[in-house]
């Protein structure tokens, strides 16, 4: 059976300071409930909107960066619907119809699946207003009454919009982590902010009814919720039933997806052009100038860390999509030129670190000095990868100063091949017959080896002291001859 | 007393301005009762205490603004900040706007006193201030008579002396309509040309805001005041302000000869008397220009369209009165949203608010918006297009504002259509967003208005004609008795 899934993105741009369509303030977060709100966003009778016009170039940007076709003018247009949390009973947004356009349609994602590229293909993205928000007060379903908080209406949001071509819950995934890696390269909006990236999804599977998923909060829920409802669908199925078209709700807390409402017909929103909004037109001008303004994105960079660096795509892919990680990688890369070695450390413990001790990269600072000083003992011998392992979230914390560390331990400075050689010299003198054996069968050095390791308390790295054990049986036998 | 008098006789000694003020508040006491102009009356100690602190800044600094004292009356669709503005309705019968709306603003600027705000049909929608919740307005030249709508009351207020100018807003004719049938000055401006922020939209691609005065003088004077640019509404036209005064005098001075165009149709579908006054009216300056018949042979169609994208409109535009942030409210302990909605939207709303609510609904629905909006749509650039080549040929056309006199009070509602269809000559400017006055043209036992429509921004031309006019008709600062 073949899972078609599709998404329907909402993402705040909250690198603006204003709403989408007035002056307010449109940070809200942390604010008391109706304290960012003016007389337009409160919808009250007589006011009109003004476009912000900074969200469109926010919003060219991200078409660009999504490889869509830019329309050549933005029509806003009136979606009416009652809501308690829509101060004017319509929504201001676009529609993809006869007479109207979205701002830029037919753009695609690529992604990396099992070492494979695929295409996600992006139907269409809107410019819109969020609307406010509506408090039930002892939840949805206890509440005996409900409370409207209009601080986030207005605030500008852009809708972006899948085809199905997603096959299952973990490329819905991967997409997502890329999409956000592309708004977050863009600088549009801070994805850890609560409510700014939000997900629907609809998933069917093939020759059965659509089904809506919506309330998905997080990139983790969606792989959970689609999971589940590809399983719930497929049940059906084999059961010989059918899938009707509906709408689901997303319940977190139980895991689990409830129906919201059939949908029988499609809704009619009576979308008009919204008269106080003349068309604007986009000009060729103002679009070459915002591609100007645009960063390298994950897919060029992903290319030009492989060129520069030696890496295979998996590791370049995985370095890239976490912005502040391969910046710390290319910091590292100007001071430490084992690129694998550092990514591998990178993408693999330090990433698990971060996460584990669940820390802000935007916030702490970990210096790429330390990262390249642990990495650097590691090449010499002095540390092991376990002592590495185990000295890394010491290191990321800022909790210790490698040095002393390493002298309070009491670690042999080993990494002077001189001493290593004097203590090896040692071993030789001490134990003739093991000499004389290692001479005659290679495979007899691993006694002295071990003799060389109790000398150092096992602190000696087991290939160096090989290396250096071997070139002084190389002299003995040169001069038996 | 005209307002260019009032502004040289305050410049001179300013205190006179009480002697004024007194003199309108005695107006309204002996009049309004019959009149009934006004939906809220600012109280003559607030408009003292408002003075007052203008003289002082005034004294402090050397200088009073331009319009020092000037009473104004403001139609109730226009938020005044701190007064009520009920849109003549129930549904906002007790809200009080936070703000100004751009107009009032401006007004302010210039120490304008906005003395009372006036009765206007609900939501301006209708043509005779019958459908104002309250209370209908009287015409002052006729009492059994409707002053027009939807600013009725704003030229039952001039025609009565209730004021000394006053700002309508016009949609499909609701500053020309009453302005005719109440004998006074009266200009819908070019769409874009004065900011509509603040204006409780009814159809807002229609909506415009316009001035009415009892001569040309004062209507060019508050014409000036109130355009121009506002960044805060994204349909306002980018232009420089035009002192229009200075226009007209330009014009009056150059006496330039001009083309005026008779539109056949209109004057044909007109009342015999309407006809007879307002082509009268014409004539008296259609030996110095040249006037040639012209034809605009879809009254009807325009009258179609014009109502199908106003209701369309409004049917979105007053989506947002539910009764929650503002306006009417009922209880809503243990009741859903839906149900409130219902009883605010049900309880607020007049019979022909909620008829038109209903009609913009279902031109938008899908399976009808094909047949109904968007071939009014079409319809509307048609017309333009069709107005542009006429405006080739001439530069003004002159028609009866209404084709009907002042109807009796009650008639609207015994014959609506008869009523919509009276629209007519005032649709077309409104539709394709063009400037138009109403002239005074003579009487038929009751006032007869003449109609000129113009190019976008030829409002000086508008001014000049109906400056000549009066000259000749003299049918200026006309106070009825009552
Ligand atoms: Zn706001």
Redesign the pocket.
Known sequence: MEVLIGLEIHVQLTALTS?L????YSSYRGGSPNT???????GLPGTLPVVNRRAIEYAIAVAKALNCELSDRIIFVRKHYFYPDLPKNYQITQYDGPGFTSIARNGHVKILINGKTKIVRIRRINIEEDPGKIHYIGGIEEAQYSLVDYNR??VPLLEIVTEPDMSSPKEARVFLDKLIAILEYLDVVDTALEGSFRVDANISIRDYGRVEVKNINSIKDVEKALTYEIVRQKRIIEQGGTIARETRHWDDKKGITVPLRAKEFEEDYRYFPDPDLPPIKISTEMINKIISTIPELPDQRIERIMVQYGLDEYRSTVLVLNKWLVDFFEECAKIYSNYKRLADILITDFLRWIKELSLDLKKFSVKPQSIVKLLELLDKGILSIKMVKELMPHVIKGEINIDEYIESKGYIRIYDEQHLEQIILEAVKENPKAVEDALKNPKAINFLIGEVMKKTSGKADPQKTRDILLKILEKIRDMKR | MPVYRLIEEFSSDAYKVFEYVDSIYDRIKRVEDRVKAFITIVPKEEVYSYLETLLKRGYNSGSYPKLFGVMIGVKDNISTKGIRTTCGSKMLENYIPPYDATVIEKLKSVGMVIHGKTNMDEFAMGSTTETSAFYPTRNPWNLDRVPGGSSGGSGAALAAGEASIALGSDTGGSIRNPAAYTMVYGLRPTYGLVSRYGLIAYASSMDQIGPMARNTTDLALLLTIISGHDQRDSTSLPLHSIDYLKALDELLYKEPRLRIGILKELFEGSDDGVRKVTYSCIDKICSYHECIEVSIPYTKEAVAAYYIIAMAEASSNLARFDGIRYGLKVPVEGRNWVDVYTEVRTKGFGYEVKKRIALGTYVLSMGYRDMYYIRALRFRRMLKEKLDAMFSKVDVMASPTMPIPPPRLGEFFEDPLKIYLADVSTVIASLTGYPAINIPAGWNGLPIGLQLISRPLSEPILLYISAQLEERTKLRDLIAEV
């Open positions: 709403k369509f007035c002056p307010t960012y709100v003016c007389p337009i966003c409160l209406s207005g």
